[in-house]
């Protein structure tokens, strides 16, 4: 410290004599500031004002004596000259003139200099770390990807892997169950409509003059374990026939009525239809299921925190018992028509590791209070058999460990991106088939490839390939190709489809974008399909198109409606039991009514059809 204090203060001295050079100071110590204009009054009080060369001899002066401090003040000094300078000019310009009286004049304090050099660098640090910060946090899963490679073993990388990803399925799937249970609260009402027509020429084709739009409206309303269903089928717009069906999971009594034919309901019960079926001589509970299930549904049984605590435990009983892992850097991948650049993952299971990752399953399953709470629930078996079960299955398996060869039984290979995204996955059993199945993708820029296949020996049972452009959704072209070996006629035959995507993509579980499709074994034929969706609706409209002429077409809609209150039939009105009395419905039905009416609307339309199939050419 004394070293720096001296070299400091050496360093002062040194500027100060640039400042006598220049006859003017250039530097003022923070704790001692100059007082030249006090000082100058002071001694000029009530006589004639000192000369200019007085006055510069005064200010000389005074500059050694702040020389003097500098040496014992080295560590806070700043020098600036152009400031002093200044200060200089503004005392001396206050000096009173011989025409003037004296008056004293005392100069304001000057301003503590900020150690502008410190703030600037400690802005410019905070500013570089900031940067830093933000540009590892947009990189954060590509850095912890290569921190994950560079710090864990081969095994330990790959479970790294199939954790990550795996938990974000998981995420995905638990989140979609616990809506399920908050539409099973709430409520939630659909409409489906649908309308199938067929061209005039078709038609002719047919032998008919003309065929109409057939329609079929279905609304479905579920709340509180409460179900309706209304279906209507039409025919230019005329009725042929309705349905309602209601149920109750509470009670399972489930109640049909078709209006046309009778205004009777039909009751089933599930007790009557398990006591009349295979499950008769079983000893399961039918009204205990009954009382459970809506309780499962409810999130009464399994929340949403269970079941994805309960699918990441069990998930990593598989991969954390997966040892023998070999990992490649840099390895060229191709699909269909794109190559990139990946991380190959490939890890070889043994009939150890299966006996290992069995072995953690049933450990795991062996204190599961909610599983075997589930179990228990849905009539599968009690509590006490479920933990009997699992106790003797470990024993069983513990047995059959000295029979173990530590023999390879499936490699399954994984590619991943930089960031540890598994872009694809192949899994070969080493049984003698070498039956495999897997997909890889691809990406160049905005070009994707995408290739997915089940293959059993040297013969590509699936193979199917994607390639194109992401922009509005994917854009692109696909092959789907099938072969199939007659062991009998020792040969092969093959089945391909081509499919066009056109801005074709996902979201909030809707689907939009148009595919055709195409084939040489459709001679000409082809079928579009587009989707379309807005809000809460989503439409699917599909052509045959024979000859760039639309054919037929099938237009389906689906929207969510409004939940209403289910009502289930009153006391007051006809209810027959289907399994036991179906003989009293039968004589309240108005079947030739029925059938004249539907006879009435299509005949116009499809009666030579009908004189073809009752009574032949």
């Given at each position: 410290?004394n070293n720096?204090n001296?070299?400091?203060s050496?360093l002062?001295?040194n500027?100060?004599s640039?400042?006598?050079?220049d006859?003017?100071?250039k530097?003022?110590?923070e704790?001692?500031?100059f007082?030249?204009?006090?000082?100058?009054?002071?001694?000029?009080?009530?006589?004639?004002?000192a000369s200019?060369?007085?006055?510069?001899?005064n200010?000389?002066?005074e500059?050694n004596t702040?020389?003097?401090n500098?040496?014992t003040?080295?560590e806070d000094?700043?020098?600036n000259?152009?400031?002093i300078?200044?200060?200089?000019?503004?005392?001396?310009?206050?000096?009173?003139?011989?025409?003037q009286p004296n008056?004293?004049?005392?100069?304001?304090?000057?301003?503590?200099?900020k150690q502008?050099g410190?703030?600037?660098?400690?802005l410019?640090?905070?500013?570089?770390?900031?940067?830093?910060s933000i540009?590892a946090f947009?990189n954060r899963n590509?850095?912890?990807?290569t921190?994950?490679m560079?710090?864990?073993?081969?095994?330990?990388?790959?479970?790294?892997?199939?954790q990550?990803?795996?938990?974000k399925?998981?995420?995905?799937?638990?989140?979609?169950?616990?809506k399920?249970?908050?539409?099973?609260?709430?409520?939630?009402g659909?409409?489906n409509?649908?309308?199938?027509?067929?061209?005039?020429?078709?038609?002719?084709?047919m032998?008919l003059n003309e065929?109409?739009p057939?329609?079929?409206?279905l609304e479905?309303i579920s709340?509180?374990?409460?179900?309706?269903?209304?279906?209507?089928?039409?025919?230019?717009?005329?009725t042929?026939?309705?349905?309602?069906l209601?149920?109750?999971?509470?009670?399972?009594?489930?109640?049909l009525?078709?209006?046309?034919?009778?205004s009777?309901?039909?009751?089933?019960?599930?007790?009557?239809?398990?006591?009349?079926?295979i499950?008769?001589?079983?000893?399961?509970?039918?009204?205990?299921?009954?009382?459970?299930?809506?309780?499962l549904?409810g999130?009464?049984?399994?929340?949403?925190n269970?079941?994805n605590?309960?699918?990441?435990?069990?998930?990593?009983?598989?991969?954390?018992?997966?040892?023998?892992?070999?990992?490649?850097?840099?390895?060229?991948?191709?699909?269909?028509?794109?190559t990139?650049?990946y991380?190959k993952?490939?890890?070889?299971?043994?009939?150890t590791?299966?006996?290992?990752?069995?072995?953690?399953?049933?450990?795991?399953?062996?204190?599961?209070?909610?599983?075997?709470?589930?179990?228990a629930?849905?009539?599968?078996?009690?509590?006490?058999e479920?933990?009997?079960?699992i106790?003797?299955?470990?024993n069983?398996?513990?047995a059959d460990k000295?029979?173990?060869?530590n023999e390879?039984?499936?490699?399954?290979?994984?590619?991943t991106d930089?960031n540890?995204?598994i872009?694809?996955?192949e899994?070969?059993?080493l049984?003698?088939?070498?039956?495999?199945?897997?997909?890889?993708?691809?990406?160049?820029?905005?070009?994707?490839?995408?290739q997915?296949?089940f293959k059993?020996?040297?013969l590509?049972?699936l193979?199917?390939?994607?390639?194109?452009?992401?922009?509005?959704?994917?854009?692109g072209?696909?092959?789907?190709?099938?072969?199939?070996?007659?062991?009998?006629?020792d040969?092969t035959?093959?089945?391909s489809?081509?499919?066009?995507?056109?801005?074709?993509k996902?979201?909030?579980?809707?689907?939009d974008g148009?595919?055709?499709l195409t084939?040489d074994e459709m001679?000409g034929?082809e079928?579009?399909v587009?989707?379309k969706?807005?809000?809460k609706?989503?439409?699917?409209?599909?052509?045959?198109m024979?000859?760039?002429?639309?054919?037929?077409?099938?237009?389906?809609?689906t929207?969510?409606?409004?939940?209403?209150?289910?009502k289930?039939?009153s006391?007051?009105?006809?209810?027959?039991?289907?399994?036991?009395?179906?003989?009293?419905?039968i004589?309240?039905?108005?079947l030739?009514g029925?059938?004249?009416?539907i006879?009435?609307?299509?005949?116009?339309?499809f009666?030579?059809?009908?004189?073809?199939?009752?009574y032949g050419?």
């Amino acid at each position: 410290m004394n070293n720096e204090n001296q070299n400091e203060s050496n360093l002062n001295e040194n500027q100060f004599s640039e400042v006598e050079l220049d006859n003017a100071p250039k530097g003022v110590p923070e704790e001692t500031p100059f007082t030249e204009t006090a000082s100058f009054t002071e001694e000029t009080s009530g006589t004639e004002a000192a000369s200019d060369t007085e006055l510069t001899s005064n200010i000389e002066a005074e500059n050694n004596t702040a020389g003097e401090n500098l040496n014992t003040q080295s560590e806070d000094l700043e020098l600036n000259k152009e400031n002093i300078t200044e200060e200089m000019k503004e005392d001396i310009s206050l000096q009173p003139s011989d025409s003037q009286p004296n008056v004293e004049t005392l100069p304001e304090a000057p301003v503590k200099k900020k150690q502008t050099g410190k703030i600037v660098a400690a802005l410019l640090i905070l500013v570089v770390v900031l940067a830093g910060s933000i540009t590892a946090f947009a990189n954060r899963n590509k850095l912890s990807n290569t921190i994950a490679m560079m710090t864990k073993s081969s095994s330990q990388y790959y479970a790294y892997i199939e954790q990550k990803n795996l938990d974000k399925q998981i995420n995905s799937v638990t989140k979609n169950y616990s809506k399920s249970q908050d539409n099973y609260k709430k409520g939630i009402g659909a409409e489906n409509n649908l309308s199938f027509t067929i061209s005039p020429a078709l038609a002719m084709m047919m032998g008919l003059n003309e065929i109409k739009p057939i329609n079929a409206k279905l609304e479905s309303i579920s709340k509180d374990g409460l179900s309706s269903f209304n279906g209507v089928l039409s025919y230019d717009n005329k009725t042929l026939a309705s349905l309602e069906l209601l149920s109750d999971m509470n009670t399972s009594d489930y109640y049909l009525k078709v209006p046309e034919l009778s205004s009777a309901y039909l009751l089933m019960t599930m007790k009557d239809m398990i006591d009349s079926g295979i499950m008769a001589d079983t000893d399961f509970d039918y009204n205990e299921y009954a009382k459970n299930l809506p309780a499962l549904l409810g999130n009464q049984l399994l929340s949403e925190n269970a079941l994805n605590e309960m699918l990441k435990r069990y998930s990593s009983d598989i991969y954390n018992n997966i040892k023998t892992v070999e990992v490649k850097k840099n390895v060229d991948v191709t699909a269909s028509t794109i190559t990139s650049s990946y991380s190959k993952l490939t890890a070889t299971v043994t009939d150890t590791d299966l006996y290992n990752i069995a072995l953690a399953i049933l450990e795991d399953a062996k204190t599961d209070k909610d599983l075997a709470k589930i179990t228990a629930s849905l009539q599968l078996m009690t509590e006490d058999e479920y933990y009997n079960t699992i106790e003797t299955a470990i024993n069983d398996l513990k047995a059959d460990k000295s029979t173990l060869t530590n023999e390879p039984m499936l490699n399954m290979v994984l590619y991943t991106d930089s960031n540890g995204n598994i872009t694809g996955r192949e899994i070969t059993i080493l049984d003698g088939s070498s039956t495999s199945l897997g997909y890889t993708t691809a990406r160049d820029g905005s070009k994707l490839g995408f290739q997915a296949w089940f293959k059993e020996k040297d013969l590509d049972i699936l193979d199917v390939t994607a390639n194109g452009t992401i922009g509005n959704g994917f854009t692109g072209d696909s092959v789907i190709s099938f072969n199939y070996y007659d062991e009998y006629y020792d040969e092969t035959t093959s089945t391909s489809f081509n499919v066009a995507l056109e801005n074709v993509k996902l979201k909030d579980n809707k689907l939009d974008g148009k595919f055709t499709l195409t084939s040489d074994e459709m001679l000409g034929t082809e079928f579009v399909v587009e989707f379309k969706s807005a809000n809460k609706q989503q439409d699917i409209n599909i052509k045959m198109m024979a000859g760039g002429i639309e054919t037929i077409a099938l237009l389906l809609t689906t929207k969510e409606i409004p939940v209403k209150d289910i009502k289930m039939p009153s006391s007051s009105e006809k209810i027959v039991d289907m399994m036991n009395n179906m003989d009293s419905y039968i004589e309240t039905a108005d079947l030739e009514g029925f059938m004249t009416n539907i006879q009435t609307i299509l005949a116009e339309d499809f009666g030579p059809l009908f004189d073809l199939l009752l009574y032949g050419m």
